[in-house]
């Protein structure tokens, strides 16, 4: 099992930046899609961005796409949610997590049950 970190949360006015930073220990993290996921108050958990294995293939939700950018640093094992632009509805506990789908199968999930490692989370507030 794999121990996720995040860290670099905070609050902020819309507008501004905010790199989320994503530290991995326990697993091989260099094999395997990591995903960012958000999930406001009384909503469910939604799939913001992800990344597979090689940094290669990455994933947007709509919703982000165009402000939001997703990397890893394979030999930090490290990642990293960079967020510009933000806007109040971005307010939200933001999660990574890891998916131990076998780099071969090809898979990048968005689905939050196909995760199986989880960060403790990390809680970003955007004011108006």
């Known amino acids: 099992q794999a121990q996720l970190v995040e860290s670099g949360g905070g609050l902020v006015q819309a507008g501004a930046s905010l790199t989320l930073s994503c530290a991995a220990s326990?697993?091989?993290?260099?094999?395997?899609?990591l995903g960012w996921f958000r999930q406001a108050a009384g909503k469910e958990r939604v799939a913001v961005a992800a990344?597979?294995?090689?940094?290669?293939?990455?994933y947007y939700a709509n919703f982000v796409k165009g402000r939001f950018t997703i990397s890893r640093d394979n030999a930090k094992n490290t990642a990293y949610l960079q967020m510009n632009d933000l806007k109040p509805e971005d307010t939200a506990e933001y999660y990574c997590?890891?998916?131990?789908?076998?780099?071969?199968?090809?898979?990048?999930?968005?689905?939050?049950?196909?995760?199986?490692?989880w960060g403790q989370g990390t809680q970003v507030t955007v004011s108006s």
């Open positions: 990344i597979d294995w090689s940094g290669n293939r990455k």
């Open positions: 326990g697993r091989t993290f260099s094999s395997y899609t």
């Open positions: 997590a890891l998916d131990m789908v076998p780099p071969s199968l090809n898979v990048l999930s968005t689905k939050a049950e196909d995760y199986d490692d």
